[in-house]
């Protein structure tokens, strides 16, 4: 596709369930991110891929958070056991990662999570 | 640690007139990149403008530009002839591996 897909945009779950978040990046796009964005608030770095090297996982609040990128290419944020407190924007983002650092992000719609 | 500051949380400005977004960084790196992007109340993110560390001229793109001072490790965003759309959220971002997102700052364009 020409963007950054998301899917599904919209997700109501109930507490304690487990959700499933994916991400399509742009295609030849190396790098992907997770960010998490409550109402008026910034994005809050969850975990960036780069290539095939391991994953920088610094953001990630708990545990019961992970991602993974199959083939370099799509990506699933999976929450475990989801609590209220999850309730918020989910967005993914991919980057060239050449040899110029001037690229810029390119950013999905997001999936908005609630947990209710 | 803090990578990127945004210190006004809300700025209003007259529709035509300028107005001057803050932003600054910390990173002891010598080459890096500086983004703007602007998120209305959709939701989308969108790319604004850039400005790398090494560049020695500010970045400009359209009505908008970047004061870019990098002793003082500073990359304001200057918009011009403020118009209504341009009523939404911007952040500031900072590239080293990962892309550090400021706290965004709130502007509402007055008529």
């Given at each position: 596709?020409?963007?950054?897909?998301?899917?599904?945009?919209?997700k109501v779950t109930e507490k304690g369930k487990d959700v499933e978040l994916r991400c399509d990046p742009i295609s030849g796009h190396t790098a992907l991110y997770w960010y998490r964005q409550s109402l008026g608030?910034?994005?809050?770095f969850l975990i960036y891929f780069q290539g095939n090297s391991a994953p920088d996982k610094s953001g990630l609040p708990s545990d019961r958070f992970s991602a993974e990128r199959t083939g370099g290419s799509v990506?699933?944020?999976?929450?475990?056991?989801?609590?209220?407190?999850?309730?918020?924007?989910?967005?993914?983002?991919?980057?060239?990662?050449?040899?110029?650092?001037?690229?810029?992000?390119?950013?999905?719609?997001?999936?908005?999570?609630?947990?209710? | 640690?803090?990578?990127?500051?945004?210190?006004?949380?809300?700025?209003?400005?007259?529709?035509?007139?300028?107005?001057?977004?803050?932003?600054?960084?910390?990173?002891?790196?010598?080459?890096?990149?500086?983004?703007?992007?602007?998120?209305?109340?959709?939701?989308?993110?969108?790319?604004?403008?850039?400005?790398?560390?090494?560049?020695?001229?500010?970045?400009?793109?359209?009505?908008?530009?970047?004061?870019?001072?990098?002793?003082?490790?500073?990359?304001?965003?200057?918009?011009?002839?403020?118009?209504?759309?341009?009523?939404?959220?911007?952040?500031?971002?900072?590239?080293?591996?990962?892309?550090?997102?400021?706290?965004?700052?709130?502007?509402?364009?007055?008529?």
């Amino acid at each position: 596709g020409a963007g950054v897909s998301q899917s599904p945009s919209n997700k109501v779950t109930e507490k304690g369930k487990d959700v499933e978040l994916r991400c399509d990046p742009i295609s030849g796009h190396t790098a992907l991110y997770w960010y998490r964005q409550s109402l008026g608030q910034g994005l809050e770095f969850l975990i960036y891929f780069q290539g095939n090297s391991a994953p920088d996982k610094s953001g990630l609040p708990s545990d019961r958070f992970s991602a993974e990128r199959t083939g370099g290419s799509v990506s699933t944020l999976t929450i475990q056991r989801t609590q209220q407190e999850d309730s918020a924007v989910y967005l993914c983002a991919s980057r060239y990662t050449g040899q110029f650092m001037n690229t810029e992000a390119f950013f999905g719609q997001g999936t908005r999570l609630t947990v209710v | 640690a803090q990578k990127i500051t945004q210190t006004q949380p809300g700025m209003f400005v007259q529709e035509k007139e300028a107005v001057t977004l803050d932003c600054t960084y910390d990173t002891s790196d010598q080459s890096y990149g500086l983004f703007w992007y602007k998120q209305p109340s959709s939701g989308e993110m969108i790319f604004l403008i850039y400005q790398g560390s090494y560049d020695e001229q500010n970045a400009t793109e359209g009505r908008y530009s970047l004061n870019f001072q990098k002793a003082r490790k500073s990359a304001n965003l200057v918009i011009s002839a403020s118009q209504l759309g341009d009523s939404a959220m911007y952040f500031c971002a900072i590239i080293f591996n990962q892309f550090y997102f400021g706290t965004g700052t709130s502007l509402t364009v007055i008529p």
